[in-house]
């Protein structure tokens, strides 16, 4: 092999090398927006987020009186926390605007962050259950062995399909690893 035919496939592998290197930049860039498009497409894993059109229905919307729909209230935790609602249910009407609150207590001897996730059944019924205040819309920061209470504050849109009876509102609060280090 002569040294110029060399030094050409070393530039081809060289420009394979870089492109191959480039692709796999974007494609690590464009992960965590792609992660949450698929999450939001298929319904699974939504983080909640505070949504101001919320606030608008809110003001806007007329409590149905004619029927109720019960609300069962669950909480999971996961690692060392004490985690779970005032009540375990509620009957409401659509439109009405309702609190709850939820106990949240560190058990560890150190600081710790932590993150609420939601979930809902029916699956349906999320988009019909509207938070006004949530503690899952931020992590939490509890000083070693602290308690505090928790409002959600939330309606039923009274376009929930007349067929749902009840809705499950379960939350999971886990640790959040490091979070609390990057406060402090």
Not at 45 to 63: H, M
Not at 75 to 81: D, E, I, S, T, V
Not at 124 to 153: D, H, N, W
Request: a neutral charge; charged letters at 20%; hydrophobic letters at 45%.
């Amino acid at each position: 092999m002569q040294q110029s035919e060399f030094e050409t496939n070393n530039r081809t592998i060289l420009r394979k090398l870089i492109v191959v290197s480039v692709l796999m930049f974007g494609f690590g860039w464009a992960l965590v927006p792609l992660y949450r498009k698929i999450c939001e497409v298929t319904g699974i894993n939504v983080l909640t987020s505070r949504d101001s059109e919320v606030e608008r229905a809110a003001r806007n919307t007329q409590v149905d009186l004619s029927r109720t729909v019960v609300i069962e209230f669950d909480a999971n935790k996961q690692g060392p926390w004490r985690f779970k609602p005032h009540t375990n249910h509620l009957e409401v009407h659509p439109g009405e605007l309702v609190q709850v609150q939820y106990d949240l207590v560190n058990l560890e001897r150190r600081p710790m962050a932590g993150q609420a996730i939601p979930s809902y059944a029916p699956m349906q019924a999320a988009q019909y259950l509207q938070k006004l205040e949530c503690f899952c819309f931020q992590q939490q920061i509890l000083a070693a062995g602290e308690t505090r209470q928790f409002p959600v504050l939330f309606f039923i849109d009274p376009k929930l399909p007349a067929d749902v009876k009840t809705i499950t509102l379960s939350y999971t609060f886990f640790e959040v690893a490091g979070a609390v280090a990057a406060v402090q």
